[in-house]
Every structure is written in structure tokens, then in C-alpha cells.
């Protein structure tokens, strides 16, 4: 088992709707979350963190946190055609660690 | 945001070369550099962990006699990709670390032919 793990998509959206990334981890004692965007050829970008349970909120983007369920979730609402990108999950074991595990990426394309 | 400027983006060489790999944090200090390397559609690897004036941390399954880290001082780090071959082809990232987050290089994508 992957200790993070990504449906690789594709992931088709049509513009301005909501784009939904899933994310499942499998070390329970996992602090830290976070995601990243990815254009093809680029290095990543972080997104947003989120390390307490329920949501966090900012502009577009909305990130879900469920320790319980070991799950993690990036919304994107309005989705705009520059959102097409590969979405990287990834975990700290604790909020002072700085070791970073990915998992393979969503890949989210949005049509016009 | 922190700014980490890696050099070269890209770089073409024979096999049996070797190749250097700078990675460089402009406005802050590094104590803690990693290096991962991404194939076509997959992840980010880790290969190794690199903290300023000691040795370097390796994954499993990565050779250290192969990719040589130096990070000998707070701003820069260097990947050395010894005799390079063609399955060593791939992009490679450096990232310095400041709390909480990580910054990541550009990237360089190296080809050996």
C-alpha cells in the first residue's frame, strides 16, 4: 500500500464548475497536509496546508481534512481553464518534520 | 515567498559523464535541502536529504556512491550525477527548507544519451 495515494485521472471539469481532488493516506499518525499544483514541466506550487479536521478556506480553493478516515480533499470552485494541471497531495508525519511524501498526482483538465 | 534558483534547467549529456546539479537559496538560509527526482507522469521521489556541513541522507534504493550531495554552506546544495546513463534521464528538484513549508528550484530535466 502507498502511503499517499491519488487517483491519477484524468480528471475532466467544465469551466466554472467544481472541481473535486481526493487524497487518502495511510499513516494514521500523519499531522501535516498539503497540496500542490504542478504545470507540465514545472517544479510544484503549494496550494494550501491544512493540519485540523473540517475545512479551510481560501479564495477559490477549499481544503478537507478527515484524520479519521485518513482522507484529504481539495476543492476548486469556479474552475478556470488555468487550473489544467497535475494536483500533488502530499504529508508530513508532524507539523515540525520536513520530510515531504507525494503522492502520483491528479492529473485535472479543464474544458472551456 | 523564499526563492530557491536552480541551475541549469536543462542539460543534454553522453553516457558515462557526469553532471552538476545547483541548487541555491537566494533570500533565506537552508539548513536543510532535498533533492527528488520525478519520471514522466509520476511523483516526486525523495532521493536524499541534505543539511549544511554534514553528510547527506539517502533513500533506500538510492545509490550516495552515484548521486553526490554537497551542501556546504546555507545557500547551496549540488546533485552530482556520476557516470551518468540513459535510465538516469528524468527531472530533477531541490527544494530548501524554512518553516513550515518547503520551496522548491524549477527543476532540471537531464537527458543522457
Known amino acids: 500500500q502507498k502511503e499517499v495515494e491519488q487517483n491519477s485521472g484524468p480528471l475532466s471539469v467544465p469551466e466554472g464548475a467544481i472541481a473535486s481532488l481526493n487524497c487518502t493516506y495511510s499513516?494514521?499518525?500523519?499531522?501535516?497536509f498539503f497540496w500542490y499544483r504542478q504545470y507540465s514541466g514545472k517544479s510544484p506550487e503549494l496550494i494550501m496546508f491544512i493540519y485540523s479536521n473540517g475545512d479551510k478556506e481560501d479564495g477559490r480553493f477549499t481544503a478537507q481534512l478527515n484524520k479519521a478516515s485518513q482522507y484529504v480533499s481539495l476543492l476548486i470552485r469556479d474552475s478556470q481553464p488555468s487550473d489544467s494541471a497535475t494536483y500533488l497531495c502530499?504529508?508530513?508525519?508532524?507539523?515540525?518534520?520536513?520530510?515531504?511524501?507525494f503522492g502520483q498526482g491528479t492529473r485535472l483538465t479543464i474544458n472551456p | 515567498g523564499a526563492v530557491v534558483s536552480q541551475h541549469p534547467s536543462w542539460v543534454i549529456c553522453k553516457s558515462g559523464t557526469s553532471v552538476k546539479i545547483e541548487c541555491r537559496s537566494l533570500?533565506?538560509?537552508?539548513?536543510?535541502m532535498f533533492w527528488y527526482r520525478q519520471f514522466p507522469k509520476q511523483s516526486l521521489m525523495l532521493m536524499a536529504t541534505s543539511n549544511e556541513g554534514s553528510k547527506a541522507t539517502y533513500e533506500q534504493g538510492v545509490e550516495k556512491d552515484k548521486f553526490l550531495i554537497n551542501h556546504a554552506s546555507l545557500t547551496l546544495s549540488t546533485l552530482t550525477v556520476t557516470s551518468a546513463h540513459p535510465e538516469d534521464s528524468s527531472f530533477y528538484i531541490c527544494?530548501?527548507?524554512?518553516?513550515?513549508?518547503?520551496?522548491f528550484g524549477a527543476g532540471t530535466r537531464l537527458s543522457v544519451l
Open positions: 499513516d494514521r499518525g500523519s499531522q501535516s
Open positions: 533570500d533565506f538560509q537552508a539548513t536543510t
Open positions: 527544494s530548501g527548507y524554512v518553516y513550515p513549508d518547503q520551496y
Open positions: 502530499a504529508v508530513k508525519r508532524d507539523q515540525g518534520a520536513q520530510k515531504l511524501v
